[in-house]
């Protein structure tokens, strides 16, 4: 890949990134789509042909990706504190420590001290 377009496919990639955190900062779950579908498609061209000499760069962007996946882990344990305190559970299965799926049981505490 030429530095031109090495250059531009990182810039892709940083403004999807950039997306991707305004829409979790922001609650826009059609941003966050958009966004999320644009960061893969960056990462699949820059897979396909590496660029070269960008190593600081691409450091960068790997942080920023680091940071977007906390704050949508944060997000995650809000939104299922708030569904455990309405009475309802993931309806994802979990996994146990011999990695067989196992459903979640739902509960409802009586009360929170």
């Given at each position: 890949m030429d530095a031109v377009a090495s250059d531009e496919a990182l810039d892709r990639l940083a403004a999807a990134l950039a997306d991707?955190?305004?829409?979790?900062?922001e609650h826009d779950i059609e941003l966050?789509?958009?966004?999320?579908?644009?960061?893969?498609?960056?990462l699949r061209h820059l897979e396909a042909d590496l660029p070269s000499g960008r190593g600081e760069?691409?450091?960068?962007?790997?942080?920023?990706?680091?940071?977007?996946?906390?704050?949508?882990?944060?997000?995650?344990?809000e939104v299922n504190w708030a569904l455990r305190h309405?009475?309802?559970?993931?309806?994802?299965p979990a996994y146990d420590a011999q990695g067989q799926a196992q459903?979640?049981?739902p509960r409802r505490d009586l009360a929170v001290a």
């Open positions: 991707e955190r305004r829409a979790l900062l966050l789509v958009r966004s999320t579908r644009d960061k893969l498609e960056s760069r691409l450091a960068e962007l790997a942080e920023a990706n680091r940071s977007n996946g906390a704050l949508l882990a944060r997000r995650r344990r309405l009475g309802r559970a993931e309806s994802a459903q979640l049981q």
